[in-house]
């Protein structure tokens, strides 16, 4: 069984750089066809796709944020991370970490619990 947890500070000041891990368990982050992926929502809205990095390494970044992100993953120890540069308020969210199959119409199958971050002085 596929378990995923975020970790995060809690509190970033604007313009400061978020940094999220995902741990991931239950299987291998190598696996053909797993698109491991970063997912956040902010108070009131929808769910906003923020990028992932694909089993062999490939990487999908949401193109409003893409000058700010970078996503990896480090296999060995079965993690991959969220970088956001020069966040703002507007980057308060609750951010997921996701496992999605069957690209390219992934399916989320496999949630973390979600971690809140805060942007603010």
């Known amino acids: 069984q596929v378990q995923l947890q975020e970790s995060a500070p809690g509190l970033v000041k604007p313009s400061q750089t978020l940094s999220l891990t995902c741990t991931v368990s239950?299987?291998?982050?190598?696996?053909?066809?797993?698109?491991w992926t970063w997912i956040r929502q902010p108070p009131e809205k929808g769910l906003e796709t923020i990028g992932y990095i694909a089993y062999d390494g490939r990487t999908y970044y949401n193109p409003s944020l893409k000058s700010r992100i970078s996503i990896s993953s480090d296999t060995s120890k079965s993690q991959f991370t969220l970088q956001l540069d020069s966040a703002t308020p507007e980057d308060t969210a609750r951010y997921y970490c996701?496992?999605?199959?069957?690209?390219?119409?992934?399916?989320?199958?496999?949630w973390g619990q979600g971690t809140q971050v805060t942007v603010s002085s």
């Open positions: 239950g299987v291998s982050m190598t696996m053909d066809d797993y698109y």
């Open positions: 996701v496992l999605g199959t069957g690209h390219p119409d992934l399916n989320f199958g496999s």
